[in-house]
C-alpha cells in the first residue's frame, strides 16, 4: 500500500511510521502544520506543532529514507478544532477537541488529500486496535486512544492503520530506542497542543473575554457567588469554584447556562448522572439495533459504565447507566464499546452528550436551549 | 525508494560540484598550512588561497584586492548589507534609510528588516515590474536626493523567477546621488555576463555552490574605497573587513568553479536556454493553461537575457506547488517551490506577491532550474508525467476552503 503516516515529531508516530515501512507499505512522512504562528522551540514538553517537533518528525523520516513534508493544515485547524472549541465552551459544553482534530482534520482533510494524491490510507500513532474495520482499545489500558477515535466511521477507519495498538506505550520507547531515535525518551504531549501552557480558562478569558454571571444553589436557588466566564467551568469540575457553602460538603458544578451565564453548583447527591440524551451518533460499522446493552466511556481517560441504550424521535440516543456518574458534561462524546476482554473492547461509535439527568428523572438538566 | 537516479530540476538550489573543483579541492585538503602563519607551510596554504583570489577576481572582472572570501552567500549579503549600513550611518548619522527590492533572497530582506528593527533603519521598499525586474527609474525616484539614504541593493538575477537586472544602469544611478549599491550576484555568476569592475557597483555577492563548488563558500566583491563595518572580528584576515582562518581547500574549490563557470558560460547558457524553452513549451503544451512567471523566454536586458537561462519557473492554476513537488518527488523528478520556512511549511512566495501575483497563483507554482549536467532526458523525464501529475494535484485542490 501506498500510506502516508502522520507524524507529529513524537515517539509513538516516529514508531508507527518506521513499522508502516517494516511492513513493507510504501511510505510518506507528512508533518501537519497546524498552529498559524508557529513557536520555534517547544514550550515545556507539551505543544506538538513547533518547528522543533517538525524537526524531530523530518529526523526520523530521513533515517527511516523516506519522503517527508510538513503540510500547512493551520486554517482548517483553526476553524475546525480551535474555533470549535472556543464556540463550544462559550456555549456551556465541554468539548474534547483531540477528537474533533481525528474528525476533522486527520481522517478528513489530511485523509481526503492523501486519497486524492494517490495514497490509500494513513498512519497514525494512536493506541488502539484496528483489524477488520474493527477498531477496539489498545493492549495498554493506560494509553488506549480508542475515545478519541470513537468518532471515525467504517469509512474512515478502512484507509488508517494503527500499528501501535498491540503493544504498550513502553515497548514503542523500547523499539524506538532500538533505532536510535532521538525522540525515544522524548516526553509524552498531554495537553491541549493549542494551549501549549495548559492554561486552558486563560485561553478562552483571552478569546472570550470576562463574561461575568451568578453562581447558584441548585438546592435553594439562592445565589451564592459571581464568576467572570461560564467558560472556565465543566459539568462535575470541584475545585476552584470560588464560593463558600454555609455547610461543608463539597459542591459541584451541576450545570452551566450560557444565555444568562449561570453556573448551577450543588452537593454530591445532585451531582450524579444516569440518564443521557445525546445528538445523533456516529457508528464505526453497521448501526446496531436499538435498543442495545454496551458500555460507555463518558470522557478521556474515563471508566466505562454498563448501560442500556435506546433511540430518541430526534435520532439521538437515550442512555441509561446503571450507575449514576458525575461529571458528565455536555459536548463530550459518549463512546460505546461492546466488552471484550479478549481481543479488546470493540468501539461501536459515539455520539455528542446534549442533556443530562438523573436516573429517575424523565427530563434532563438543559445546559442549552 | 527504487529510482535509480533522481532527475534534478533544481540547480538554482545547489548544482553537482565540477570533477576539477574536488580534485583541486581533495589535493588542497591534504595539505597542512595556515595562510596567516609565517613558516614554509603557510607560505603554502597562503600562494594557493592568493592564486585563488587572482583566479576569482579574473573571472569576474575584479581586482584581487576587491575580493573578501566568506562563508557563502549569505554571509556575504549580510556583510554587504549591514557592513556598508552601519559604515554609511557612522559617517553621517542622518544616513538611515535603505532602499532594497522586496523581492530579494531572505539574506537581504532579513538583514534589511533587522536593521530596521534593531538599528533604527527605514526601508524604502522599491517597485518591481511584473517581469521581476527593477528600473533605474523606480530606484533613482525612490533615493530622491540621496542624502538620507545608507545604502540601495537590487539582486543581479532573481532565483525565484530568474529576472535579470540592468545592474550597471542601477549602480549609475545609485552613485548619481552618491549612494553606493549592493547587488546579490549570486544567481547571475556563470549564467549571465557578470564583470564586477565595468557593471560599477560597490559590492556583490556570489557564493560558491551555485557554479558546482563548495557549499560554505563565497566572496563578497568590495570596491576599494567603498567603506563597510565587519560582521565578524578576530584576526582580521580579510582587509580587516572579515575575519576568520581562510578555509584555503574551499576557497582553491570556489576559485576554480567560478573560472569554469565564468569561461564555459556561452555555450552552457546557450544548452541551458535550448533546454529550458524545451521544457516550458512542453509544459504548455501538456497542460495548456500553466503559466509562466518572470520575464518573457526571449527577454532581453542590455544586449544580454532578461531571464536566467536556466530558469523555468511555472503556475498550475488549481493545483497546489506543495502537492506538486511531491507528486513529481515521488516519481524521481526532483524540482522546488521557491520558498519554505524554516519548518517547512509553504508560504506564498514572497517574490510572487511582489510582482504582483495573487497568493493562489503564487502557491501554485513550482521552479525547475538546469545547470551543467541536465540533458534533454531530464526534460523528456518531465514532461511524460508532468500532464498526469498535475490532473492529480488538482483533484487533491489547494487544501483551502
Ligand atoms: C539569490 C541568492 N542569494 C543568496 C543565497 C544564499 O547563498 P548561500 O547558500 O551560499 O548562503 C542564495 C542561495 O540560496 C541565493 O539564491
Not at chain 1, 25 to 47: E, F, Y
Not at chain 1, 128 to 149: M, P
Not at chain 1, 319 to 341: K, N, W
Request: net charge negative; with cysteine.
Amino acid at each position: 500500500m501506498r500510506v502516508l503516516a502522520a507524524m507529529s515529531g513524537g515517539v509513538d508516530s516516529a514508531v508507527a511510521a518506521a513499522l508502516a515501512v517494516d511492513a513493507g507499505h510504501d511510505v510518506t512522512g507528512v508533518h501537519l502544520a497546524l498552529s498559524p504562528d508557529r513557536q520555534t522551540l517547544r514550550s515545556g514538553a507539551r505543544g506538538c506543532c513547533s518547528v522543533e517537533d517538525a524537526h524531530d518528525a523530518r529526523r526520523v523520516a530521513d533515517e527511516l529514507g523516506i519522503p517527508f513534508y510538513v503540510w500547512d493544515l493551520a486554517e482548517r485547524f483553526t476553524e475546525d478544532v480551535v474555533d470549535d472549541f472556543v464556540a463550544e465552551y462559550a456555549a456551556g459544553r465541554t468539548p474534547n477537541p483531540c477528537l474533533r482534530c481525528n474528525e476533522k482534520i486527520k481522517f478528513s482533510a489530511v485523509l481526503d488529500r492523501a486519497r486524492a494524491l494517490g495514497f490509500d490510507a494513513v498512519v497514525t500513532g494512536h493506541h488502539a486496535r484496528l483489524a477488520d474495520g474493527e477498531l477496539r482499545r489498545s493492549v495498554d489500558a493506560a494509553k488506549d486512544q480508542s475515545y478519541v477515535l470513537g468518532v471515525l466511521t467504517a469509512e474512515q477507519l478502512a484507509a488508517a492503520v494503527f500499528p501501535l495498538g498491540g503493544m504498550t506505550k513502553d515497548r514503542v520507547r523500547e523499539i524506538a530506542a532500538e533505532r536510535g531515535f532521538a525522540v525515544a525518551t522524548k516526553a509524552d504531549s498531554h495537553d491541549i497542543c493549542f494551549i501549549p501552557d495548559g492554561d486552558t480558562r486563560g485561553f478562552l478569558a483571552r478569546r472570550l473575554g470576562e463574561q461575568p454571571g451568578p453562581v447558584v444553589d441548585a438546592a435553594t436557588g439562592a445565589t451564592v457567588g459571581e464568576h467572570a466566564g461560564a467558560y472556565g467551568f465543566t459539568v462535575g469540575q470541584r475545585r476552584g469554584l470560588g464560593v463558600t457553602a454555609g455547610d461543608s460538603r463539597p459542591r459541584y458544578v451541576l450545570g452551566i447556562e450560557p444565555v444568562t451565564r449561570t453556573v448551577t453548583i450543588g452537593t454530591a447527591d445532585l451531582a450524579g448522572v444516569g440518564r443521557i440524551v445525546t445528538a445523533a451518533p456516529t457508528w464505526t460499522g453497521a448501526p446496531p439495533e436499538l435498543p442495545f446493552r454496551a458500555e460507555v466511556q463518558l470522557r478521556a481517560h474515563g471508566t466505562p459504565v454498563p448501560c442500556e441504550v435506546t433511540g430518541d424521535e430526534a435520532g439521538g440516543l437515550r442512555i441509561l447507566l446503571d450507575e449514576q456518574q458525575r461529571g458528565v458534561a455536555a459536548g463530550q462524546s459518549a463512546v460505546l464499546y461492546a466488552p471484550d476482554p479478549e481481543r479488546g473492547d470493540l468501539v461501536l461509535g459515539q455520539a455528542a452528550i446534549r442533556t443530562t439527568g438523573d436516573r429517575a428523572a424523565t427530563a434532563g438538566r438543559e445546559p442549552s436551549a | 525508494m527504487t529510482y535509480s537516479e533522481p532527475v534534478y530540476l533544481d540547480h538554482a538550489a545547489t548544482t553537482p560540484m565540477l570533477p576539477e573543483v574536488l580534485a583541486a579541492m581533495t589535493g588542497q585538503l591534504g595539505r597542512v598550512g595556515n595562510a596567516s602563519s609565517l613558516h614554509a607551510s603557510g607560505r603554502a596554504a597562503r600562494r594557493a588561497a592568493e592564486q585563488a583570489r587572482e583566479r576569482l577576481a579574473e573571472a569576474l572582472g575584479a581586482r584581487p584586492s576587491e575580493v573578501l572570501f566568506t562563508g557563502g552567500g549569505t554571509e556575504s549579503d549580510n556583510l554587504a548589507v549591514k557592513g556598508l549600513f552601519w559604515a554609511r550611518r557612522e559617517a553621517d548619522s542622518r544616513r538611515r534609510r535603505i532602499v532594497v527590492s522586496p523581492a530579494e533572497h531572505h539574506a537581504v530582506l532579513d538583514s534589511v528588516e533587522w536593521l530596521a528593527k534593531h538599528e533604527g533603519a527605514e526601508v524604502t521598499w522599491l517597485p518591481v515590474e511584473p517581469s521581476g525586474r527593477v528600473t533605474p527609474r523606480a530606484l533613482a525616484e525612490a533615493l530622491g536626493d540621496g542624502s538620507d539614504v545608507a545604502v540601495a541593493s537590487v539582486m543581479w538575477a532573481n532565483n525565484e523567477i530568474g529576472a535579470v537586472s540592468d545592474v550597471a544602469a542601477l549602480a549609475a544611478t545609485a552613485h548619481d546621488v552618491g549612494v553606493p549599491f549592493h547587488t546579490d550576484a549570486v544567481q547571475a555568476v556563470g549564467q549571465v555576463l557578470v564583470d564586477f569592475g565595468a557593471s560599477g557597483v560597490d559590492a556583490l555577492t556570489m557564493t560558491g555552490h551555485k557554479l558546482g563548488g563548495p557549499m560554505g563558500a563565497g566572496a563578497l566583491l568590495l570596491r576599494r574605497d567603498a567603506e563597510c563595518t565587519p560582521l565578524l572580528h578576530g584576526g582580521g584576515q580579510e582587509r580587516d573587513v572579515r575575519s576568520g582562518t581562510l578555509d584555503v581547500a574551499a576557497i582553491v574549490g570556489l576559485a576554480v568553479a567560478a573560472d569554469a563557470a565564468v569561461h564555459g558560460r556561452v555555450e552552457r547558457a546557450a544548452e541551458l536556454a535550448r533546454l529550458r524553452d524545451r521544457l516550458v513549451a512542453g509544459v504548455a503544451e501538456q497542460v495548456p493553461d500553466a503559466q509562466l512567471n518572470g520575464p518573457a523566454l526571449d527577454d532581453v536586458v542590455r544586449s544580454g537575457p532578461g531571464r536566467l537561462p536556466g530558469n523555468a519557473h511555472l503556475s498550475f492554476p488549481g493545483a497546489e506547488g506543495d502537492a506538486l513537488l511531491m507528486l513529481l518527488d515521488a516519481r524521481g523528478i526532483e524540482c522546488s517551490t521557491g520558498s519554505a520556512c524554516s519548518a517547512g511549511v509553504a508560504r506564498p512566495s514572497h517574490v510572487l506577491l511582489a510582482v504582483g501575483a495573487d497568493p493562489d497563483r503564487a502557491r501554485s507554482s513550482l521552479r525547475f532550474s538546469l545547470g551543467h549536467t541536465s540533458t534533454d532526458a531530464d526534460v523528456d523525464a518531465l514532461l511524460d508525467v508532468v500532464a498526469p501529475v498535475v490532473e492529480r494535484a488538482r483533484r487533491a485542490g489547494t487544501g483551502r476552503r
